[in-house]
């Protein structure tokens, strides 16, 4: 998989007639309501490329967050575009990617992304289930997510999908539901976000009232690990699990599973059940050796080392070394016997 560095354009709100329930944008993405012009992208660009990099082969993205890039006037989509083809041109930027509403997608607004040099388009799918995006406040149907993927499909864009999990009328088996509805529609990449109470949403109001319940942590790091594992079965990548951490985010977080690192907090979920299922398929009392990456180690531990006692307390681990192995590929498990 290729490797980015990523130029972040923040375009909060501008565009946005609408008012989802769980949205305070200000606040998710931190950034101010100062409306984004030309210059503006140009000086974020060019303090981003000044800034050193790990990876030299690196593919510079510039990616524009927040809002609904689509739904600004054309002009200014031109503009802001505009002001990143002399980067592309000088071959400083190699990519654009953008996020935007699925009812902002046709076949007209494709065709001029495309000429842009947009590669990657993210809606803000949220859910595949209707009532779930009612209740929500979205303003959109899943039939118009999944016309907008084929509409960027048909024109050779690449699709990105974001879905939120505890949305208002969401439920485990509706979240399962959309998980294949998103499947079948075949992205090149999926984030996964906890829904968040934040201060001044729609959702903060329900939620004083006792109208809104937010997922516990325990519940949303296991359900975001099945999608996980889901997606991953049907080869699609999980490029993001979890919100961003900006102070703002933390300033204005009322209620819900925030956590800095929620998603590592799924990557040691999937992790344990993994060891657990080998560890569980082969308990007959011989040595053995459980080979974890190396750089998985403290993911893997979990907070406290809560994975290893868990496993201990299920006597899984009798007559089981652990060992943390440069060698094996991340996310993985293997379960060797001792001769
Ligand atoms: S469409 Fe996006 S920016 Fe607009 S209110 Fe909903 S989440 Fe916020």
């Known amino acids: 998989m290729a490797s980015y560095f990523v130029i972040p354009v923040f375009i909060a709100h501008q565009g946005c007639p609408h008012q989802c329930l769980f949205c305070n944008q200000h606040r998710i993405t931190g950034s101010s309501s100062a409306a984004m012009t ?3 992208v140009e000086e974020e660009i060019r303090r981003w490329l000044a800034r050193p990099r790990r990876n030299s082969a690196a593919v510079v993205q510039v990616a524009f967050y927040g809002g609904s890039f689509t739904g600004l006037p054309i002009e200014l989509q031109q503009e802001l575009l505009g ?10 930027v190699q990519e654009i990617r953008l996020s935007t509403r699925p009812d902002y ?6 065709d001029f992304l495309k000429k842009s040099q947009v590669r990657l388009v993210e809606l803000g799918t949220q859910s595949l289930d209707d009532e779930v995006l009612e209740a929500s406040g979205r303003g959109h149907t899943a039939g118009q997510s999944e016309e907008a993927v084929r509409c960027l499909r048909s024109r050779g864009l ?9 949305l208002p009328g969401d439920t485990t088996a509706k979240a399962l539901a959309t998980v294949r509805r998103t499947i079948a529609l075949a992205p090149d990449l999926v984030r996964i976000y906890p829904t968040l109470v934040i201060k001044g949403s729609p959702l903060a109001a329900l939620y004083a009232q006792g109208r809104y319940f937010p997922l516990t942590m325990n519940r949303a790091v296991a359900l975001a690990a099945r999608m996980k594992g889901l997606f991953e079965q049907s080869g699609i990548v999980v490029a993001r699990i979890g919100l961003q951490p900006a102070p ?12 800095p690192a ?3 907090l799924v ?3 999937l992790l344990f059940k993994q060891a657990r299922r080998v560890l569980a398929a082969a308990h007959n009392g011989q040595k053995k050796k459980l080979v974890i990456a190396a750089t998985d180690e403290s993911v ?10 868990r496993l201990a307390g299920l006597g899984l681990l009798d007559e089981v070394e652990i060992v943390f192995d440069k060698n094996q590929p991340r996310q993985s498990v293997d379960l060797q016997a001792v001769l």
């Not at 002001?83 to 400083?92: D, E, N, W």
């Not at 703002?248 to 956590?259: I, K, T």
């Not at 893997?300 to 006692?309: E, K, L, P, Y």
Request: glycine content about 16%; charged content about 15%; cysteine-free.
């Open 248 to 259: 703002s985010l933390e300033e204005g977080l009322l209620a819900g599973p925030y956590h």
């Open 300 to 309: 893997f531990r979990g907070q406290g080392n809560r994975n290893i006692t």
């Open 38 to 40: 030309a210059a503006l």
């Open 267 to 269: 990557l040691s979920r």
């Open 262 to 264: 929620f998603g590592e």
């Open 83 to 92: 002001a990143v083809q002399p980067f592309i041109r000088a071959g400083l």
């Open 158 to 166: 690449e699709v990105g999908i974001q879905l939120m999990i505890g």
């Open 105 to 110: 997608i046709d076949g007209a607004i494709v």
